[in-house]
């Protein structure tokens, strides 16, 4: 992998002796030209059956479709499931002796990868572009299973989402270290084993598999993501198994040139919480929950930076106009954590509303809690719609904070003529973010809560029982068709330069 990318097999048809039926990822191109002419191949020969009948690149001969056997990851597509996706889809197209093809899909919006630094970050380590993936908006799954041509093999999660329901019966294995919680009937192939990471159980699959294989670059992969999920191997913390021990110990004895355990976990950690190169609207999205009750949003949004940084933002309040505005919020409370000279978690707090009623109420009731005092001290505001505070008890995460949101609306709704209606709603994705971190035991850091939300090392992502999918507001906006004219434009277009660049 990395510079080797998505290549295909020996074989003798298309616009390379090189190129041939199979979707692999391995030899190394021998130029950027030659490199995106694959990925036009590859990108054709595995996408061909979304769009019956179109007309294949230059070049390469037209044929019947073929069934497609996706590897994809849980809709949080933490590093985790990329990297298990990824590398699972390159040991069973090195491995299986038919003509398949098997490709890796990452299980979020194209636009939705900023958000994730630190799989960005190591894609960039290993030098895998992020032009050369698909990722689940760019590929409609529920016309290729109507159209009987999809194979589905899912790694890091195994329940689906309402979603994709109807994707169930396109399940023909599954990897993951999470507890059971939907069993399968055969065929479909289960293997579950709680380990630290699903990384691990990839490795294990290709080193008693296939170990001649296993090239660096994926060994880089794998070795990062578990020793990242086991917090560095530390056994204080808990979370790494022998399993998970033995197999960062053999990636290591098969490549000594891995980086160093502590200098790759401190440099994914750093990568993790990096919001410097995000936009307000992205920082406002990378960690938010919402609640709901009598009509009333609000959203909460956890943010890693010093609220000073970030309310001299430029643009901010117009920023934040538009965030609520586009996601439909009454109210946005930002609660900062960020690390101070003394590695000590300093918080903050910010309630942005334009409704002044709304905001007095909400911010009363933080303001005067006792269980938990959050021992607010008012700090200065950019604007007269948001209120800024110092957070003096720094044991209040956002999963202690919702009770006190959620009793703020309660308190509205009884001093106003809105009927009662129903419990507060709260997006159930936050919601298992706080069940697995309240599986981890011991806290991670010295003074931060047990069910702390926001520890300097990433927490364990959302899994599958997060209830929706990218797919929910509606059908991939790409085309197959669109994608393989994209793919074609660049190869043209780096054709073209390097023509220019000889002359």
Not at 157 to 182: F, K, N, T
Not at 315 to 340: E, K, P, R, Y
Request: with cysteine; hydrophobic share 40%.
């Amino acid at each position: 992998m990395g510079n080797e990318n998505l290549a295909l097999e020996s074989g003798n048809a298309g616009p390379s002796p090189r190129l041939g039926p199979r979707l692999l990822w391995g030899s190394l191109p021998e130029s950027a030209e030659e490199e995106e002419e694959w990925w036009v191949w590859a990108l054709h020969r595995s996408l061909r059956s979304l769009t019956p009948g179109a007309a294949p690149p230059p070049g390469v001969p037209r044929e019947e479709s073929r069934p497609l056997h996706v590897v994809m990851g849980n809709e949080a597509c933490d590093l985790d499931s990329m990297v298990s996706a990824l590398a699972l889809a390159f040991y069973l197209a090195k491995t299986t002796e038919a003509e398949e093809v098997f490709v890796p899909v990452l299980n979020i919006k194209r636009s939705e990868l900023p958000l994730r630094g630190d799989n960005i970050f190591f894609l960039q380590k290993v030098h895998i572009p992020e032009s050369l993936l698909i990722f689940r908006d760019e590929i409609d799954l529920h016309a290729l299973h109507r159209a009987g041509q999809l194979t589905l093999l899912l790694v890091d999660h195994h329940v689906l989402p309402r979603g994709d329901a109807a994707l169930e019966d396109a399940v023909a294995e599954v990897l993951d270290h999470r507890p059971i919680e939907q069993k399968r009937c055969p065929p479909c192939l289960v293997s579950v084993e709680l380990v630290g990471s699903c990384a691990t159980l990839v490795t294990e699959r290709i080193l008693q598999g296939a170990p001649e294989i296993l090239d660096w670059h994926t060994a880089a992969l794998l070795h990062g993501t578990i020793i990242l999920d086991c917090v560095n191997m530390d056994l204080k913390i808990g979370k790494a198994t022998p399993k998970d021990k033995k197999y960062v110990e053999k990636l290591e004895a098969l490549f000594p040139d891995l980086p160093e355990r502590k200098d790759i976990f401190e440099s994914l950690q750093k990568a993790k919480f990096d919001v410097s190169g995000l936009t307000t609207e992205q920082m406002l999205r990378k960690d938010q929950k919402t609640i709901t009750r009598q009509g009333i949003k609000v959203a909460i949004s956890a943010i890693y930076m010093d609220l000073e940084a970030f309310l001299q933002r430029s643009g901010l309040i117009a920023d934040l106009h538009a965030f609520c505005q586009a996601h439909s919020c009454d109210v946005l409370v930002a609660m900062t954590i960020f690390f101070n000279s003394h590695n000590e978690p300093v918080r903050q707090l910010a309630v942005f509303c334009p409704q002044a009623a709304l905001r007095v109420t909400i911010c009363g009731v933080l303001e005067h809690s006792h269980s938990p005092s959050l021992k607010l001290t008012p700090a200065p505001s950019p604007h007269p719609h948001l209120q800024a505070y110092l957070q003096g008890n720094t044991q209040v995460s956002r999963k202690k904070l919702l009770p006190l949101l959620q009793d703020a609306l309660s308190a509205l709704s009884d001093s106003t003529t809105v009927p009662s209606g129903p419990p507060a709603a709260v997006d159930v994705s936050g919601e298992q973010v706080d069940k697995e971190l309240d599986r981890a035991g011991t806290p991670l850091v010295p003074g931060l809560s047990q069910d702390e939300e926001e520890p300097p090392l990433p927490p364990t992502p959302m899994n599958s029982l997060v209830d929706e999918c990218p797919l929910d507001q509606g059908l991939p906006k790409l085309s197959a068709e669109a994608i393989f004219e994209k793919c074609s434009q660049i190869s043209l277009s780096q054709s073209a330069s390097t023509a220019l660049s000889k002359q």
